[in-house]
C-alpha cells in the first residue's frame, strides 16, 4: 500500500484539524518556531506546516507537485517532507521564522489517520472481491500487482460506502430525511443532482433544510460555489467538516444512509460510464467463470484480474487434471513458436466451463527418449506452480505425440511485443509487466524453485498489461535444504543472462535467476533489445569480470537502471533476492502511477498544454 512519507516523523500527526493542531501547540509552551506537520486534508499527499511565532500560529500549506516533489506555494521543492522541514529549520525562505522546535507527538499518541486512509485497505480488497470474484491469495495478488490502478478506480467511487450519501433521491426526500428526528444544526446529506453524475448537499441550519450545488469544473475537481476545489466528494466533505468554506454552517453529524448501511458494497461505478457499449472483452485466455470480463467500463485498460487466467481454478470441475484424453483437445495448424523438442501450437481444450484456446507444446515423435523425459520433468515442475504471474499447465496429453497443454497467452513474447509495438507501449506499462515477472519470481522464490531461464524471451504476454513467466525447460525444484542447484555438465545455456557463480562454479540459485532478471529488465527497457550487442559469451564474462555492465537503455528511468545493477551484483550473497526486487519493484510502480494520476488532472484542467 502506499504509505505517507511522513509517518516516520515524530512531529507528523496525520490528518488532525487546524484547531488540534493549535491545541497540541499551545500544550508545547508555544514557544517562537514551535512547530509540527499534518496532513492537507484538500490534496491527496499534501501536508500542512503550522508553526508558532509571537504567539500566534502560522499555517502553511504544502502541496506535492506533479513530479513528485513537495513545496510550500512560492519556495522551493523538497524531494520529501522530512527533507522539506529540514530546510526550513536553517532558512526561512518567506516563512516567518525558521523551525526551530518540533511539537513532537506525545508517545502514545497514534498519527490520526484519514477517513480515506482507514477505509482504503478494506475497500481495496471488498472491490477486488466482488469485481473478479477472486479469494485469499489472488485478492492478494491482485491488490499489490494493481494497487494504484484500483485505488485510482475507487478514489472516485469512495463515496458509495459513507453513511452521509443517499444516492439518487430528490430535493424534497433529501429534506424528508433530515427532518427526521433530531436536527442539530450541520446535520447533512450528499446525494445525486441528476443523472450526469453531479452532486448536491443538503444541510440543516436553524431547523430549515439548506441546499447547495456541488460544482465540478472541467477537470473533475469539485466545490461548492465559490469554495475550495477538491478531487473527490468525500474529501469535500470531510474540509467541510471542518471549514463553513462559504456555506451556512460547517458540517456536523451525518443524516445517516440506513438504506446504505444494510446493502452489500456496491460495485464500483464510473460517473458517467457508459456501460457494455464500445468494449470488446479480451480474448479469453483460459478457463474459468465468465466474471468480470464482460464489464470492463469502456474508460479504463483491461486489468490482469479481467482476464479468466488470473485465476482460473474457480470451478471446481475444472480443477488441475495432469492427464487429458486427447478426444478434449482440439489441435490447430498454427504454430506459435519451436524449438529442438518440436513446436508450440494452438489448440483448443474442451472442458466444463465451455472450450478454451491453449498452447500446446508438440513433442516430435523421432525425438530421442532424452528430451521426452525432459519435457515430463517440465511438466512435473509446472504442474507444482499456481501463481497468475506463471503460465499454468493445464496437463498433458499423451498421444500420437506427447503433448504438454497450457494456458495460451496470446500476445506472445515480451521482447517480439516490445519490438514491434515500441510506439504504443509506454514506459509505465513496462513498469507494470516487469513488476508483476517480479512477483513471479518472488514466488518461485518462496517455493525454493530456480526457473534457470529467465529472459523477456520467456515471459510471455497475456494482454499489454499482463504478463506470465514461461518456459519451465531448465527448471529445477531445489531440496528443502539447499539454496543452490549444482549442474554437473555446462549445457547449451543462455550465457549472456546468467550470473558469474552459473558460469564459474555451475551453480544456480534464486539470486542467479535475480540476475537474469536484471537482463530481462534491460531488454525490457530497450523494448526487446539484445543484450551486449554483438559480443560473444566468452567475452561478456570477460566484460563482467573487468566489471563492466550494460549502459542504461534510453528511455529507461534512472531507478529502473539502479535495480538494474543491484541485480548485476557480481557476489550472490550481496545481491538482493527476489522480495527485495519485488519491494523496488513495487515502490517505483506505485510512485509513477501516482505521478501519472496528477499529470492527467493536470492536463485536463489546461488543455492548451
Ligand atoms: P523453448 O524451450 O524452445 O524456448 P518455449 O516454452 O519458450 O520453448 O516456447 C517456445 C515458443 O512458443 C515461445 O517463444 C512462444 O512464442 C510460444 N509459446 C510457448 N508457450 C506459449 C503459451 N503458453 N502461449 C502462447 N505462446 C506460447
Ligand atoms: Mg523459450
Same mark, same amino acid.
Given at each position: 500500500m502506499s504509505v505517507d512519507p511522513a509517518v516516520e516523523l515524530p512531529f507528523f500527526y496525520g490528518s488532525i484539524s487546524r484547531s488540534d493542531a493549535e491545541q497540541h501547540l499551545k500544550l508545547a @509552551?508555544?514557544?517562537?518556531?514551535l512547530f509540527l506537520l499534518r496532513q492537507c486534508?484538500? *490534496?491527496?499527499g499534501g501536508y500542512v506546516l503550522s508553526v508558532v511565532w509571537n504567539l500566534e500560529f502560522h499555517h502553511y500549506t504544502i502541496e506535492k507537485q506533479l513530479n513528485g516533489t513537495f513545496c510550500i506555494p512560492g519556495g522551493k521543492p523538497h524531494c520529501g517532507p522530512a527533507e522539506l522541514c529540514e530546510f526550513y529549520n536553517k532558512d526561512p525562505d518567506g516563512l516567518? =521564522?525558521?523551525?526551530?522546535?518540533p511539537c513532537l507527538r506525545p $508517545?502514545?499518541?497514534?498519527i490520526k489517520t484519514g477517513v480515506f486512509d482507514k477505509m482504503r485497505e478494506n475497500m481495496l480488497r471488498e472491490y477486488v472481491k466482488q469485481t473478479w470474484n477472486l479469494e485469499g491469495e489472488e485478492i492478494e495478488n491482485a491488490i499489490i500487482s494493481q494497487a494504484p490502478q484500483l485505488e485510482k478506480l475507487i478514489a472516485t467511487t469512495a !463515496?458509495?460506502?459513507? $453513511?452521509?450519501y443517499h444516492g439518487q433521491i430528490n430535493r424534497l426526500e433529501g429534506e424528508r430525511r433530515l427532518y427526521c428526528g433530531a436536527q442539530p444544526d450541520g446535520k447533512f446529506l450528499v446525494r445525486d443532482k441528476?443523472?450526469?453524475?453531479s452532486f448536491a448537499l443538503s444541510l440543516v441550519y436553524g431547523k430549515t433544510v439548506y441546499h447547495y450545488q456541488v460544482i465540478q469544473d472541467k477537470s473533475g475537481k469539485l466545490s461548492v460555489p465559490e469554495g475550495t476545489k477538491f478531487d473527490t466528494i468525500w474529501q469535500l466533505v470531510e474540509y467541510l467538516k471542518m471549514k463553513p468554506d462559504g456555506l451556512v454552517t460547517s458540517l456536523g453529524e451525518a443524516c445517516v444512509n440506513s438504506a446504505a448501511a444494510e446493502k452489500?458494497? *456496491?460495485?464500483p461505478r464510473t460517473r458517467g460510464e457508459v456501460r457494455g457499449n464500445g468494449y470488446t472483452p479480451p480474448p479469453? /485466455? %483460459? $478457463? @474459468? $467463470?465468465?466474471?468480470?470480463s464482460a464489464s470492463?467500463?469502456?474508460?479504463r485498460d483491461v486489468l490482469?484480474?479481467? =482476464? /479468466? @487466467? %488470473?485465476?482460473? #481454478? !474457480?470451478?471446481p470441475n475444472d480443477i488441475k487434471r495432469f492427464n487429458i484424453e486427447r478426444e478434449k483437445l482440439l489441435m490447430d495448424e498454427v504454430e506459435l513458436g519451436s524449438g529442438n523438442f518440436g513446436c508450440v501450437k494452438k489448440g483448443v481444450l474442451k472442458m466444463e466451463s465451455g472450450h478454451v484456446d491453449v498452447a500446446v507444446k508438440v513433442l516430435? *515423435?523421432?525425438?530421442?527418449k532424452g528430451v521426452r523425459e525432459e519435457m515430463m520433468r517440465e511438466a512435473e515442475i509446472m504442474h507444482q506452480l499456481d501463481n497468475p504471474f506463471i503460465v499454468r499447465m493445464l496437463g498433458l496429453c499423451n498421444a500420437e505425440n506427447l503433448m504438454l497443454v497450457m494456458e495460451m497467452a /496470446?500476445? @506472445?513474447p515480451l521482447n517480439k511485443f516490445l519490438t514491434s509495438n515500441k510506439d504504443t507501449v509506454t514506459m509505465e506499462n513496462i513498469v507494470n509487466l516487469m513488476h508483476q515477472v517480479s512477483m513471479g519470481m518472488k514466488y518461485l522464490e518462496e517455493k525454493n524453485f530456480? !526457473?534457470?531461464?529467465?529472459a523477456a524471451r520467456n515471459?510471455?504476454?497475456?494482454?499489454?498489461q499482463f504478463a506470465k513467466i514461461s518456459d519451465f525447460g531448465l527448471s529445477k525444484a531445489l531440496g528443502a535444504d539447499d539454496n543452490y542447484y549444482k549442474a554437473r555438465t555446462a549445457g547449451k545455456w543462455p550465457l549472456k543472462w546468467y550470473a558469474p557463480e552459473c558460469i564459474n562454479y555451475h551453480k544456480f540459485s534464486s539470486k542467479s535467476d535475480v540476475w537474469s532478471f536484471g537482463v530481462t529488465m534491460w531488454e525490457a527497457f530497450s523494448y526487446g533489445g539484445k543484450p #551486449?550487442?554483438?559480443?560473444?559469451g566468452p567475452e561478456v564474462m570477460r566484460f563482467i569480470e573487468n566489471n563492466n555492465r550494460m549502459d542504461c537503455?534510453?528511455? =529507461?528511468p534512472e531507478r529502473m537502471y539502479t535495480v538494474m545493477k543491484e541485480c548485476w551484483t557480481f557476489s550472490h550473497e550481496e545481491r538482493p533476492d527476489f522480495k527485495k526486487v519485488e519491494e523496488s519493484m513495487r515502490s517505483y510502480h506505485y510512485s509513477i502511477s501516482a505521478k501519472a494520476k496528477t499529470d492527467e488532472t493536470a492536463a485536463a484542467a489546461n488543455p492548451t498544454n
Open positions: @509552551g508555544m514557544a517562537d518556531g486534508l484538500r *490534496s491527496l516567518v =521564522c525558521t523551525l526551530r522546535k $508517545p502514545e499518541m497514534q !463515496h458509495e460506502k459513507m $453513511p452521509w441528476n443523472e450526469q453524475g452489500t458494497p *456496491s460495485l479469453r /485466455a %483460459f $478457463p @474459468g $467463470p465468465s466474471v468480470a470492463v467500463p469502456v474508460d490482469p484480474m479481467d =482476464c /479468466a @487466467g %488470473f485465476n482460473p #481454478y !474457480h470451478n516430435k *515423435s523421432e525425438n530421442e /496470446a500476445a @506472445g530456480v !526457473h534457470r531461464d529467465l515471459v510471455l504476454l497475456v494482454t499489454k #551486449y550487442k554483438k559480443m560473444k537503455p534510453a528511455a =529507461c
